[in-house]
């Protein structure tokens, strides 16, 4: 009998079998995890941003929980020799309509109590040389960190805490009961007091095991990334971000310096037709046919069709994509950048149609399941993990505290 189980071995499955861990010690714990290794997916390919909170609505969880995250995670860098750098990031205005939505943006982030600027033409120039814009917000607070390396030392932590971490174990079956929880997978079955559900891409399935019915369903959208070439990277010193489209539910492609070296240009958002499809022929029946059965999805792509065929011919185009990129740094060349890595963000969609905005945390008496955790759960983690902790009832706690 386990105390709880953790599925999935990403960022924020990690984070919360440390913050349980750390509210539990004596518990018995596990982290099952279907790769061959920790974070492969969403956590392991995204741009490595420590972000600021800057963009989410006041009160929410995003909001509250980026903040924290974002000190947290300079804190842990700093503990356990985590490479990170805290260089702050611009987000440009080019153009005279978006003079309104920058100023909507700078006056969120004040009231999220965030540090901010509002710098003009030449302060833009002094921090980004290369960059035409005519007004933008200076972030202090953001950075660039390694959330593999943060993952691999999260590991060894709990290693030494006696947590059990098991890898190439995918889970097949949950049976929720009154008092207990089996869960069964292709390795071995476990029993346990309580589950939490840090699936990711496939976190509202396994939320249908326990036997919830979230009005969610969890859309994959492929992220494309360019990098700029070795002799081209002195035109991005930081990070680089366009002001975000207030209709549309992604940040538009920027500018990020790496950690380990080198910059990125990207993403747009594709649709994705295979849950874990980093290739734009990667296609998955199930998954595809999930997709296109769901009415949620129609509804959205009714409401966003001129923004997602936009996204599509930028994915098509190259040139179509170096154009957004010259919005912010007009030097940009067709043959200054080259293709990078994809990655894939699960983001939940509602059956009325909308792009759920928020953390979205389901509980049934013995599973608490993570629905929708896209960016800036990386940065978030560590608030996440201690989120969920904190929702293990109290008697539980006590049993646990005892042992």
């Not at 959208?221 to 549309?248: A, C, H, M, S, T």
């Not at 792009?355 to 399941?369: G, T």
């Amino acid at each position: 009998m386990e105390d709880i189980v953790i599925i999935g071995g990403g960022i924020v499955g990690l984070s919360t079998a440390y913050s349980l861990s750390k509210r539990f010690p004596h518990a018995r714990l596990s982290v099952l995890e279907k790769e061959d290794s920790w974070s492969k997916h969403q956590t392991g390919n995204n741009s490595g941003v420590i972000h600021s909170g800057i963009y989410y609505k006041p009160g929410s969880l995003k909001a509250k929980f980026a903040k924290e995250g974002n000190k947290e995670m300079i804190d842990f860098c700093q503990k356990y020799n985590v490479n990170y750098e805290q260089c702050g990031k611009v987000i440009v205005a080019t153009k005279q309509d978006e003079l309104p939505h920058i100023k909507n943006l700078y006056q969120r982030g004040i009231a999220n109590e965030l540090e901010l600027s509002m710098i003009g033409p030449e302060q833009i120039k002094e921090e980004e040389p290369f960059v035409h814009g005519i007004q933008a917000v200076k972030v202090p607070s953001a950075g660039i960190v390694d959330y593999k390396q943060v993952c691999l030392t999260l590991v060894s932590i709990l290693e030494k805490h006696g947590v059990e971490l098991l890898l190439n174990t995918e889970v097949k079956k949950i049976i929720e009961k009154s008092e207990q929880v089996d869960i069964v997978t292709n390795q071995k079955d476990f029993t346990a007091k309580y589950i939490v559900n840090c699936g990711g891409l496939h976190s509202d399935r396994l939320a249908k095991m326990t036997g919830l019915s979230p009005d969610v369903k969890i859309i994959p959208f492929r992220g494309e990334y360019f990098e700029l070439k070795p002799d081209k990277q002195y035109l991005v010193k930081n990070l680089i971000y366009p002001v975000p489209n207030p209709e549309f539910p992604f940040l538009g492609v920027h500018f990020t310096r790496m950690i380990n070296g080198g910059v990125e240009a990207g993403p747009n958002a594709v649709l994705g037709l295979k849950r874990e499809g980093y290739l734009k022929r990667d296609i998955n029946f199930k998954d595809a046919t999930e997709i296109m059965l769901y009415s949620g999805f129609w509804k959205m792509a009714r409401k966003y069709w001129k923004e997602g065929t936009v996204e599509i011919w930028r994915s098509l185009s190259k040139k179509a994509f170096v154009k957004s990129l010259q919005e912010l740094v007009p030097d940009i060349q067709e043959s200054d950048i080259i293709p990078s890595p994809s990655g894939v963000r699960a983001q939940a969609l509602r059956s009325d149609g909308s792009l759920v905005d928020d953390f979205f945390i389901e509980q049934s008496k013995r599973s608490i399941n993570v629905c929708n955790a896209p960016s800036p759960a990386a940065t978030a983690c560590f608030p996440i993990g201690r989120e969920i902790a904190k929702r293990v009832p109290e008697l539980e706690y006590k049993l646990f505290a005892a042992r």
